[in-house]
């Protein structure tokens, strides 16, 4: 073991063109951790992610998995992936991909621990043209895992999936981690980094704008909410009240952003406005988009 | 390592239409071609043995060829990519790849030979005929690793137009579809070094008991480093592209 770190980048960029993508990211993420890499489209999520698994080279920085570089590390089979916009290769059973795919990597899963963790009893005799959208994410998130690597890395895992194969999928992943595997996972939906990461790095423009326990990232803003009903002539000037940052009207009441939420529950005594108020502290989705603005 | 050929064989296998297709056209032309200009007695014997070897490796090519189809297929789905975080080297996808191409090429072979033995009435001591199959197939690597060449390298929308002309191409100047020496001289100069000039005529030496030719060999070698080169590099490039 030439390192306790999973993953190391120092320094890493890369352009597409006249596009910075990735630009400037120091990154350390120690073996056993579980890491979402949260972003809006086109922050430079699956450039990284790309650049992590040795599929892009960096136009400058170090990127090391294990101490070693990544090729190195896929060779040695210490990494799986479950790669974005990938599709299953035609004409091959659920079973036989998995024994193919086992059998590339020193110290496989045991298949029945592999069928259970990705949960796909049933589907090892099905060709792989034949499945469902979700049952195809399982057998791809099985690829990923069966060669029972020490990093795994999701690009969007649960991109097209539905809120029950969704829920099912960070159940299957969490099955993993537990068993004190690396994973970064990449995720624009806040909640799933919320629920499911020891840590949550925030990736916009390129750029790491936040890094630390989803609770610590909630707190990095310190952007709370005041709610109240809406009023009669609507939400118009709403935003004209001393300290407020934003807007938002929802069914019947009002959500207004602000750091001061003193200042702002005044304005609406003031003003008649102050029906069924509601403060609440920042959620992990309102430091997110403070943030990535 | 065998567990990829297997995986690769299974799909190739299980696809029926593709093995069939590489069949059907040297089949039939073998067998219009022969009955129409065949004459009789020895010279339809010498004909229908010239024209099996041309047939059966107008097949051979054009499977070997057609494999970087699928190759292409696999590109765009991010098979590759996937496969290039496993511990899979590599040299050793392309070896098994070109290897998948080779073998997609033997049932167009076997089955012009066949057909040649049994309806064409070709008769060759039992080593030629050997030597003949086994030539003929040994031969198709160059082939086979052109066509994993454009497998890695063209985009999806113009593979197939590609591989069809260089199909075409090479068949008709290698003299596969015709005699070279029907050629005005200058093409019969450029067609010696058409890789399936070489190709096909190492074997129709070894049918008319004879011995190949050290230049056809040399040229047919050269283009096997050649397209081992541009597969190799290929692959290299693919990687870091999706479609």
Redesign the interface.
Known sequence: MGSNDAVMFAGVSKSYGAVRAVDGVDLTIPCGQTVALLGPNGAGKSTTINMMLGLFPADRGRVELFGRSPEAASAAGRVGAMLQETKLVPRVTVGELLAFVRGLYPRPLPTDDLLRVANLGGLVGRRLEKLSGGQAQRVKFAVAIAGRPDLLVLDEPTAAMDVESRREFWASMRRYSRDGHTVLFSTHYVEEADESADRVVVIAGGRLVADGSPAEVRRASTAQTVAVALPYDGAAGLERLPGVTAVEVRGDRAYLTTTEPDAVVCALVERGLLRHVEVRGARLEDAYLALTA | MS??L??EL??LL??PGYLMSSLAMPLVMYLVITNLYGGSGAARHDTAIYLMVSMAGFGAVGAALTNGLSVV??RS???L??L??????AGRVVVIRGLTGMLAALPAILAVCVVGGLINGVRLPLDHWFAVVALLWLGTAPFALLGLGIGYLVSTQAAQPVTMLLNLSMSILGGLWMPATVFPATLRAVSRFVPTSGYAEISRRIAFDGLPHATDIAVLLAWFVVFAGLATVAYRRA??R?T
């Open positions: 567990g990829y297997s995986i299974r799909r299980r696809s297929a696999d789905a991010g098979w990519r996937q290039r975080i496993t511990p899979l080297s990687g870091r999706t």
